[in-house]
């Protein structure tokens, strides 16, 4: 880890300011442009990882190719003694978690307008073709004026973009709490896994807390995956019907009974007369999750089952023309 007063290429190391999964962020002096910055440097542990460099200069093409109030911009990426890093702008803010853990619960207004301000700020990633899939309050940053500040681009999902594992990646890099079951179940995902964090974030703001706990990691992901949905206008008496309904739209298991786009879903915070409640009904009855069969980790199974039998049948093929 460095520390205060190092020096790392052309940046002066003001103060340590958090430990991601995989990476150090400092803030940070830089010495050419004079200005403070953010500078993300990947631990130890992840150090010659190449998807590590590929990580931070996907991060920063999307933060560049990003201009709204509720994105932090990046500023620039290099390596330095073989060690990627990425600099970003530095925000003048608290974390959403902290913010929530001193603040309390919020009311029904006050959630309304932050996560109004959340929605816009993904709405516009997601018309640019950018997927977060990592959202939550450790990835929001408030400034004193409220503005909303959505960090960490580092598991973004862009047009055309692959696949990339990174290496030492464990469940200390995320939390199941905001992941939707199709994250869970292995799914990159697309624009209604946003939709669905939104939705848990916007649960935790007027409950103070979040709609699926449980001791460990693995009953979270359970519970996302086949719990039944409380009604928020149950856990907290005087929530209107219109917007538990929204919530509880965000916050269905299956992506297609979710909002189609961020657009529905502000268009509806806007007009909750128009909302329809009867999903009340099933949030708490039943639970609709998708079969067995069309899981994905069964498809993955049955995919490389497939892959296997076609590589044993041309083999054979081959084998055969031999003699």
Known sequence: MLQISDQFDHY??????????????YKAYDLLSGREVVLKVPDKNSIGDPAQYERFQRELEVMKSVDHP??????????????????????DGESMRDVVKRKGTYSEQEAIALIRKIADGVLHIHNLEIIHRDLKPENILITEGGQPVILDFGLT???GSHRVTYANFSSAAGTP???APEQIEGSRG??????????????ELIAGKIPF????????????????LPRLDKVVPGTTPQIASI????????????????????????????????ILERATGAVTARPWWRRQPFLSIVS????????????????HFKH
Do not use: W
């Not at 697309?190 to 649960?203: L, P, Q």
């Not at 990691?217 to 086949?226: E, F, Q, T």
């Not at 786009?261 to 909750?272: C, G, I, K, Q, R």
């Open 157 to 159: 999902l862009t047009k």
């Open 70 to 91: 509720a994105i932090q911009k990046g500023v620039a990426s290099g390596v330095f003694n073989n060690t990627p890093y990425l600099v970003t702008e530095l925000i």
């Open 213 to 228: 706990e449980g001791d460990n990691n693995l009953a979270v992901m359970a519970l996302h995956l086949n719990g039944a």
């Open 177 to 179: 709490d905001y992941m």
């Open 247 to 278: 919530i509880a739209k965000c916050l269905q298991k299956n992506p297609s009974d979710r909002y189609a786009n961020l657009s529905e879903f502000l268009a509806d915070l806007d007009h909750p007369e128009k909302v329809d409640i009867t």
């Open 304 to 319: 490389a089952f497939v892959f296997l039998i076609v590589i044993i049948t041309l083999a054979l093929i081959l084998q």
């Open 12 to 25: 002066l190391i003001r103060s340590h300011m958090a430990k991601g999964g995989m990476s150090n962020v």
């Open 190 to 203: 697309d624009s209604r896994t946003d939709i669905y964090a939104i939705g848990v974030m916007f649960f």
